[in-house]
């Protein structure tokens, strides 16, 4: 199973806004290996050489999500979002060593100069509270094809010599937009419990490539299997048209939508809507709905009635188990 990130942790503390304060001994010095006041990181002789910690004590980490750029799949600011992303895990309730990872994906880039056959790709799965429980670099050459058209590649490795990753698939579907097929064995990708999770891809083994993206799922979107072996992680859910017009069906209906905005709001950014339904990008309420949400980067829920209904109804993203989603009064 997973094991905590500390170096991770420390950043995303600081990220977060905490001060972590110590007494500092009197021999205190960055660069001694000892986390201490004013530091964000110490790796001791590695500082300035590891990608993670610079030699004055401070976290390398570009887009200040906590984790540091040497092993972050995406260090970019502002990522492209994959699109209709799947994440599945197997071997969640068996040690640790053969879990298995599978992940597909569309990303869509500025550059169509990609050619990761040659390059090389960037890995990263990343939970909240726990940090990186995959960080793979795949350098590009060995294990590599590429089509002689220049728009599909694949990787192969039984071994899984690389983080455990034995299968690539790239293909370009359209000018800038690539489909993704990744695989994993005998990993220990097996996160402690569901999401938040991120998937950080990029297509160039360089941490400062700008070619990259993130696939970011929520608690409610990832979830375990009936037999607890297997944890998938599904893409938003999408807007539907609500064709029946009595006032409870509507409701029921548009809240379910509500829903699917507030997924689609996490996306980009990593937290949930409060506020008026209405406020929802994408959501447009009908005439008679009343509908407010309350979000936090964890979770959300949202209260809902029509004026001329019968009904109240409240949707709950993580709710107790045994208890809907969405609860009709």
């Known amino acids: 199973m997973t094991r905590i990130n500390l170096r991770w942790l420390r950043g995303a503390l600081l990220a977060a806004g905490l001060i972590l304060a110590a007494r500092a001994p009197a021999t205190a010095a960055c660069g001694n290996g000892i986390l201490e006041i004013n530091e964000s990181c110490d790796d001791g002789d590695s500082n300035g050489r590891d990608g993670c910690c610079t030699t004055n004590c401070q976290l390398v980490d570009s887009d200040r999500d906590g984790i540091c750029d040497s092993l972050d799949g995406c260090s970019s600011p ?3 979002l994959v699109d209709a992303p799947r994440f599945t895990v197997g071997g969640v309730s068996t ?4 879990d298995t990872l599978r992940f597909t994906g569309l990303l869509t ?3 169509t100069s990609v050619d990761p056959a040659s390059r090389g790709m960037r890995i990263t799965v990343t939970q909240a509270f726990v940090g990186p429980i995959l960080a793979a670099v795949i350098p590009g050459g060995n294990g590599w094809t590429a089509r002689a058209e220049g728009d599909a590649w694949s990787y192969h490795d039984p ?3 690389n983080g455990g990753i034995t299968r690539i698939v790239v293909r370009r579907k359209w000018s800038t937009t690539f489909v993704l097929r990744i695989e994993g064995r005998r990993g220990a990708y097996a996160p402690a419990y569901r999401g938040p999770l ?3 891809l990029a297509l160039d083994a360089d941490p400062a490539a700008a070619a990259c993206g993130v696939a970011r799922f929520s608690m409610s979107r990832c979830g375990p299997s009936t037999s607890g072996r297997t944890l998938r992680c599904d893409p938003v859910p999408p807007l539907v048209p609500c064709r029946d017009s009595r006032p409870d069906p509507l409701l029921e209906c548009e809240i379910r939508n509500v829903a699917s905005a507030e997924e689609a709001y996490f996306v980009v950014h990593e937290t949930y809507y409060s506020g008026s339904c209405d406020g929802l990008p994408g959501f447009d309420a009908p005439a008679g709905l009343s509908c407010t949400a309350a979000g ?3 979770g959300f829920s949202v209260a809902a009635a029509h004026v001329a209904g019968t009904e109240v109804c409240i949707w709950d993203s993580n709710p ?3 208890t809907p989603q969405m ?3």
Do not use: K, W
């Open 78 to 80: 502002n990522p492209a």
């Open 95 to 98: 040690p640790a060593g053969d």
């Open 109 to 111: 880039l500025e550059s």
């Open 159 to 161: 071994l899984g010599s």
């Open 198 to 200: 991120t998937v950080s």
């Open 296 to 298: 936090t980067s964890l």
């Open 320 to 322: 107790a188990a045994g």
């Open 327 to 329: 609860r009709c009064i």
